[in-house]
């Protein structure tokens, strides 16, 4: 670099003078610049652009990607892989069950149930009988207090208390009686419970009119009387109780007879 001129070896003149001119000529440098060669001498591998690329190449002791390394094989069972997780992720989501029944409450047995009361005469299967269904019974029992409230009865306290003991009663006159069959305490409270629907409408009826008088007292016993033949015909078929529905048709008479005294006091 010693050999390579000054500032002024641009200039042909003097810079700053009238005549100067500019030397566009490359300096001399003084030596001579080798560039090195190198010889490849390891085979070039043609890169194939068409092969599919499943995984990543193992990184070899020369520290290159071997194309080779991929294969249809490897690419095939990476696919397949991939399906059958997205397979089985979508068959679990598939198989699992709905939200209500997941939560105890079905749909259709609650309808069942319900028409099964509102006519003693229809036959039901013994499983949905024997289905321990509480959603149907609470928001029976929450209707009947709601439509006594609008009565001017606060009377909450007297549902649920002559329906647990009447459920705890029922359950151990059946066990007594029942020989065929297991006789669980939620299908005799859910029994109980959708039986108290013509009380239900019973208290429907106390809202529009008076029932304290002789039209009351029978309609009261009308209802009495449809909610003792339609919980002794479920406990009959629930429970395979042939010949005794008339034995259990008398104390859920009396049981009935209490929510009515409650429903016209």
């Known amino acids: 670099m010693s050999q390579f001129g000054g500032p002024n070896d641009f200039y042909g003149s ?33 890169p194939n652009y068409d092969a599919p690329y499943a995984n990543p190449p193992a990184q070899g002791l020369g520290g290159f990607y071997d194309p080779t390394a991929y294969t249809e094989n490897s690419f095939g069972q990476d696919q397949s892989s991939k399906a059958g997780g997205a397979a089985g992720t979508g068959n679990e989501f598939d198989d699992e069950p709905p939200l209500l029944e997941e939560l ?12 099964a009361v509102l006519n003693p005469l ?4 013994q499983q949905i009988l024997q289905d321990t269904d509480m959603a149907g019974p609470l928001v029976f029992c929450l209707t009947l207090g709601g ?7 606060v009377t909450f306290s007297y549902i649920y208390g002559i329906g647990v003991m009447g459920c705890i009663f029922f359950y151990c ?9 297991q006789v669980t305490f939620g299908a005799v409270a859910s029994v109980l419970g959708y039986c108290l629907l013509p009380m239900v409408v019973l208290s429907g009826i106390n809202i529009l009119i008076t029932i304290q ?5 029978i309609v009261s016993g009308i209802s009495i009387f449809w909610c003792a033949i339609s919980a002794s015909k479920l406990f009959a ?5 042939d010949h005794q529905q008339m034995l259990i048709a008398y104390p859920c008479a009396v049981l009935y007879g209490g929510f009515a005294l409650i429903t016209i006091y």
């Open 213 to 217: 008088g002789t039209l009351g007292l």
């Open 122 to 125: 229809r036959g039901t299967e």
């Open 147 to 153: 439509f006594l409230l609008l009565s001017g009865k």
């Open 173 to 181: 006159l059946l066990s007594l009686m029942v020989t065929r069959s």
């Open 14 to 46: 003097a810079p700053g003078s009238a005549d100067a001119s500019y030397n566009f000529d490359m300096p001399e440098f003084g030596q001579e610049l080798n560039f090195q060669t190198f010889d490849n001498t390891q085979a070039q591998v043609p």
């Open 237 to 241: 078929t629930a429970f395979s109780m």
């Open 104 to 115: 105890g409450i079905n749909p259709n047995h609650i309808f069942q149930k319900t028409l």
